[in-house]
């Protein structure tokens, strides 16, 4: 199983390099990766873009196959359609997480990753949220995502079977705002 962590954004709507900003005395980008290599992926990528040069500078991407989108302003569908290609041949699937959501529990991530079924997705108490599980079988649909919500719309397409992991509390915070970062660090991981 590969897990892909998506860091490529240029972080618009706060204004600075949202993977760069402090979290519990590392980077919020530091904290998601570290909580990805515990879930015991065979391959773990990571997709940088806006901000990759000082996030290569200050972050520990150990043990992370790095990926980078050129066209990371497009939305992040141009990050999975990136790395997809680089998702070793033997992967039975692949794990997305979002690189500004360290609230995630690593167990979580693992029952969506043993999902048997094309699609797997998080039910948290208040809706659905990431983790996703993408199957081998939709790579190639993964090969040609666009824009910022292309995964929710093939989750939805009723194209294929869905699995939902439930998953205990409200979705994780997703670091999108200056408010969203300060509920963050007041605790409200979730």
């Given at each position: 199983?590969?897990?892909?962590?998506?860091?490529?954004?240029?972080?618009?709507?706060?204004?600075?390099?949202?993977?760069?900003?402090p979290y519990r005395g590392r980077t919020l980008l530091d904290a998601t990766l570290e909580l990805a290599r515990s879930c015991g992926?065979?391959?773990?990528?990571v997709t940088l873009g806006g901000a990759a040069t000082r996030i290569r500078a200050r972050v520990d991407l150990t043990g992370v196959q790095v990926v980078e989108n050129a066209g990371f302003s497009t939305g992040c569908g141009s990050s999975i359609s990136t790395a997809v290609q680089a998702v070793d041949p033997r992967a039975d699937g692949l794990v997305l997480l979002l690189g500004?959501?360290?609230?995630?529990?690593?167990?979580?991530?693992?029952?969506?990753?043993s999902t048997a079924t094309p699609l797997a997705v998080c039910r948290y108490?208040?809706?659905?949220g990431h983790p996703f599980r993408f199957g081998r079988e939709i790579f190639p649909e993964l090969r040609d995502l666009h824009g910022d919500k292309a995964?929710?719309?093939?989750?939805?397409?009723?194209?294929?079977?869905?699995?939902?992991?439930?998953?205990?509390?409200?979705?994780?915070?997703?670091?999108?705002?200056?408010?969203?970062?300060?509920?963050?660090?007041?605790?409200e991981a979730r």
């Open positions: 199983m590969t897990g892909l962590v998506l860091a490529a954004g240029a972080s618009v709507r706060l204004g600075e390099a949202k993977q760069l900003l992926f065979d391959q773990l990528l500004d959501q360290p609230g995630v529990r690593a167990a979580d991530v693992r029952r969506v990753a108490s208040d809706g659905l995964v929710w719309k093939l989750l939805h397409s009723g194209r294929y079977p869905v699995t939902e992991v439930p998953a205990e509390g409200p979705v994780p915070i997703d670091v999108d705002t200056r408010a969203d970062y300060e509920r963050l660090l007041a605790g």
